[in-house]
């Protein structure tokens, strides 16, 4: 079977690699001249510095650390200390939240936690159509009883979600919290990828044995006999037509690809496309020292400011700081001098900042032309109408990409999704 990847990102590595254990002859297709998409090392004389995309590992991502270990990518199990927490001029600790926020966290968990044993089981009923017309933005409000502890709540969900609340359903979020029900203490941001995770997509590429075709921006997919042909930028039609085709893409780069009707009604399409697109970016500052550590800080921060949530980001010796920052707030963000910016506001929470700085990165995944955002998340309204569509195969099309996964924004769900892509393939 002759099979095109399209986006060679965690989700198109992972699956060409396992269409190769199933005897497939796979060329695979990048707009880009790297391989990773939002997994991106930066590395100096091989050393890796720090992650511009994708970083955390849970302690639950259970393939992605089987395939860790199955390739010789350590994990450094080092999860991210706790640290301040600022709330204008008000700070206190992560690990000892005000009391107003620390029962707010615990009213909300409860919450969310009975919400999930209730869930509606058929999808039309008028309880989940209430409940995905309801924000999570809603649901913490009823949560908090201060100011000060719902924008906690918000601080946190915003960062896991990559997105402010008040635009996510809630009946989509809660069935994402759902995998998180058997959670233990200290599962999340459990570890990261000791020599980077450019480094294990690299691996993934080499146990695939395709040779990348970059510079190929996917623009079109037509229908020929039973199979499909890629239209690519530029205007040239490749010469090969594919008995099958993955599109291993982020959901708005998805969205932007011209589907021939006779594949699926654009209708169809449309909806199948219509989840939301978060917005997360990163600043990254290099100092000459970890100063932080001198001032009895891990460098982990939650700030209601626009540099949102920082933590220490190194890899190497190289001390790092990077900041996360999700939502409308990434709009605001300047598009010039963006580091410049950034210390500025980085320095009126750590004054030392300034003085010991030595460089920085700005990576803007949402201005990224191929990849223009930062992970998907459940829209308001949308699970209702087309949950179960972007999985979903239509004749020789397939869909990976974290987005079309149970683990949505996350590697794991990239890899899961290759998974799923595998199998509807048959043996
Ligand atoms: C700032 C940030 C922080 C994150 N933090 C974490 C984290 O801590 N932990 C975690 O698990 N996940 C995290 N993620 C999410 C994680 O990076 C993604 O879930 C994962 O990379 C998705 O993989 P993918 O293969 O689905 O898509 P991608 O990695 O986006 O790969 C898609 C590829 O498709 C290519 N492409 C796009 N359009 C075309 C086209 N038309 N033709 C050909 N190629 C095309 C792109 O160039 C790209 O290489 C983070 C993401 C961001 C942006």
Known sequence: MRIAVVGLGPAGLRTAMLLKDKGATVHAYEASDRIGGRLQTIVE?????????GEWIDADHRRTHALAKELGCPLNGKPRPPGLVRFGKETCRE????????DAVA????????ACAHLPKKGGSSEAKRLDGTSLAQWLDKCASTPRARWVLEAILRSDEGMDTRAISLLGWLKGYQLYLDREEGAMSAGRFARGTTDFCQRMLEASGVEPRFGSWVLGIRK??????????GGTREANTYDRVVLALPPLAASRIAIDPKLEPIQRTRARFALGSGLAMKISWEFDRKFWLDEGESGSVLDRGPLQQIWDASLSDKPILSAYICGVTCTEVPEADTVAWGLDRLASIFPSARERF???WAS???R?????????????GYAMAHGDLPASPLGPLHFAGEWTAQWWGFIEGALESAERVADEMGS
């Open 364 to 366: 803007n995944w949402v």
């Open 224 to 233: 020929s006999g039973a199979g499909a042909e890629l239209m690519l930028s």
């Open 45 to 53: 004389a091989g050393r890796p510095l720090f992650e511009a995309g």
């Open 107 to 114: 009213e909300f968990e409860r919450r969310s936690t009975e």
């Open 368 to 380: 990224d032309p191929h990849i223009a955002c930062g992970f998907s998340f459940p829209r308001l």
């Open 95 to 102: 690990d000892a939240l005000w009391p107003d926020a620390a």
């Open 358 to 360: 030595v460089r920085g």
